[in-house]
């Protein structure tokens, strides 16, 4: 397996006066059927949130660095769900970082946009009953999405990364990025092939939350 290094971050990255609010745990080599990557994990200093992130090459802060960031989908990532695109996505992002020789993807832990697995479920069965994914969150009193990123941004900063391609269709999570101070050089759109139930679900990301997509 190929050597795999994370530089220290470097002074103004982040920027002066942003204090780092997530902690690094504990670092190993992953090989996986998408490639050869390093893998680590976070967790929150101002939560009980924990974080995981894969890593492919030399972490530079003078490097325009592909990455992600990754919410994530139990049903999807996991068990294959084709109500979503979000498996394809994240099985694509490890594809092009791998291409590519030097990326990252954070995978951070607020599955169904911040509201849980249990919620998302109850999510799943308005929409059974035709609501769809943003009437199915407002119908339970949750936001349509209520993830933060902030410290995925601080994670990038500690890898090392000040300028980042983010692999994403959401501008809610560019803005954020770029805010909490990366500079963010290029915007990666990432469209997979869907099976007929996600159809819906993208047209909904496209018209009702601004979501970058062709569909």
Same mark, same amino acid.
């Given at each position: 397996?190929?050597?795999?290094?994370?530089? #220290? !971050?470097?002074?103004?990255? /982040? /920027?002066?006066?942003?204090?780092?609010?997530?902690?690094?745990?504990?670092?190993?080599?992953? !090989? &996986?059927?998408?490639?050869?990557?390093?893998?680590?994990?976070?967790?929150?200093?101002?939560?009980?949130?924990?974080?995981?992130?894969?890593?492919?090459?030399?972490?530079? !802060?003078?490097?325009?660095? *592909?990455?992600?960031?990754?919410?994530?989908?139990? &049903?999807?990532?996991?068990?294959?769900?084709?109500?979503?695109?979000?498996? !394809?996505?994240?099985?694509?992002?490890?594809?092009?970082?791998?291409?590519?020789?030097?990326?990252?993807?954070?995978?951070?832990?607020?599955?169904?946009?911040?509201?849980?697995?249990?919620?998302?479920?109850?999510?799943?069965? *308005?929409?059974?009953?035709?609501?769809?994914?943003?009437?199915? #969150?407002?119908?339970?009193?949750?936001?349509?999405?209520?993830?933060?990123?902030?410290?995925?941004?601080?994670?990038?900063?500690?890898?090392?990364?000040?300028?980042?391609?983010?692999?994403? #269709? #959401?501008?809610?999570?560019?803005?954020?990025?770029?805010?909490?101070?990366?500079?963010?050089?290029?915007?990666?759109?990432?469209?997979?092939?869907?099976?007929? /139930?996600?159809?819906?679900?993208?047209?909904?990301?496209?018209?009702?939350?601004?979501?970058?997509?062709?569909?």
């Amino acid at each position: 397996m190929e050597n795999l290094t994370i530089a #220290n !971050p470097v002074v103004d990255c /982040p /920027p002066a006066g942003r204090s780092i609010t997530v902690e690094r745990v504990a670092t190993a080599k992953l !090989p &996986t059927e998408k490639g050869d990557f390093l893998i680590a994990g976070y967790r929150s200093l101002i939560s009980d949130e924990e974080f995981v992130v894969l890593i492919k090459g030399e972490m530079r !802060p003078e490097v325009p660095t *592909l990455v992600r960031i990754h919410s994530q989908c139990l &049903t999807g990532d996991v068990f294959g769900s084709i109500k979503c695109d979000c498996g !394809p996505q994240l099985h694509k992002a490890m594809e092009m970082i791998q291409a590519e020789g030097r990326g990252a993807i954070v995978y951070q832990q607020q599955e169904g946009r911040g509201i849980g697995i249990l919620n998302k479920i109850r999510a799943y069965a *308005l929409q059974d009953e035709g609501a769809d994914t943003v009437e199915a #969150n407002e119908a339970l009193g949750f936001a349509v999405d209520a993830r933060t990123y902030e410290q995925c941004a601080e994670i990038l900063f500690d890898l090392g990364l000040c300028q980042v391609k983010v692999i994403s #269709n #959401n501008p809610d999570k560019l803005q954020a990025l770029e805010e909490a101070g990366l500079t963010i050089v290029e915007r990666i759109p990432i469209e997979v092939e869907t099976d007929p /139930p996600a159809a819906h679900y993208l047209r909904v990301k496209k018209e009702k939350m601004g979501h970058l997509l062709k569909v």
